[in-house]
């Protein structure tokens, strides 16, 4: 939450730390979360898409899994 102080023609936005600090926090752990499962589904797509399974090793699969699971928890 921010406040805005204005005096006569000169306004002035005062955020709070926390609100700032607590925003970066959010984002960043949307962004991994987004992250993991974007993993998840390469991973998904890898190990179980013809084209894909083919030519692509079976662990590259389960390796991008593992690691798209522990970033979305």
């Known amino acids: 939450m921010s406040t805005m102080i204005c005096e006569k023609e000169d306004c002035q936005v005062y955020t709070p730390v926390n609100a700032s600090a607590s925003a970066e926090k959010s984002a960043r752990k949307q962004f991994t979360h987004q992250t993991g499962q974007a993993l998840i589904a390469l991973g998904t797509l890898l190990k179980h898409v013809p084209p894909f399974n083919e030519t ?6 389960d390796t991008l899994i593992s690691i798209g699971k522990k970033l979305k928890k």
């Open 56 to 61: 692509v090793d079976k662990n590259t699969g």
